[in-house]
């Protein structure tokens, strides 16, 4: 992710989730050195848009997904997942143990593309999305 990809990255961010990060606080991921941060492209796409995006820290041997998104127009074709398996590869190139991440309660559909790859629920943050939904705590081990 370059800071030049943030208009987009932060339009596709408010489009999915109850609460996108502000470009503020996409540029200081982008800034830390724990953080990596990625986009998903068209390959052979000469308008050269972001339809999807992944920002991750890694801390020791853990790491935990800080946001992840698809433009709501490419969902259900499988680039969630692309982005998931990357990641998880990521990890395990770097000898990652443990990985968190934490979802919305009613997010059926990113509930079951993280319990594919072998995420667990450890724990519930009641009514942490706008003080109404609960967020999913979930962790994979390596």
């Known amino acids: 992710m370059r800071e030049s990809d943030l208009d987009e990255v932060v339009a596709i961010d408010a489009l999915s989730r109850l609460t996108p990060w502000s470009r503020r606080s996409f540029l200081e991921e982008l800034k830390n050195p724990l953080s990596y ?6 390959r052979n ?37 692309q982005l998931m398996g990357f990641y998880i590869e990521f990890c395990s190139r770097r000898k990652v143990q443990v990985c ?8 059926q559909a990113a509930i079951d593309l993280y319990r594919s790859f072998s995420y667990r629920v450890i724990g519930v943050r009641p009514k942490y999305y706008r003080e109404k939904e609960d967020a999913l705590l979930m962790a994979r081990r390596a």
């Not at 941060?37 to 068209?42: E, N, P, Q, S």
């Not at 848009?49 to 259900?76: D, N």
């Not at 968190?100 to 997010?107: F, G, K, R, V």
């Open 100 to 107: 968190y991440l934490e979802t919305n309660a009613s997010n």
């Open 45 to 81: 796409d000469p308008s050269d848009h972001t339809i999807g995006f992944l920002c991750f820290r890694i801390v020791g041997e853990e790491s935990e997904v800080l946001a992840l998104a698809v433009h709501p127009q490419h969902r259900r074709l499988g680039l969630g997942r």
């Open 37 to 42: 941060c990625f986009t998903l492209k068209r």
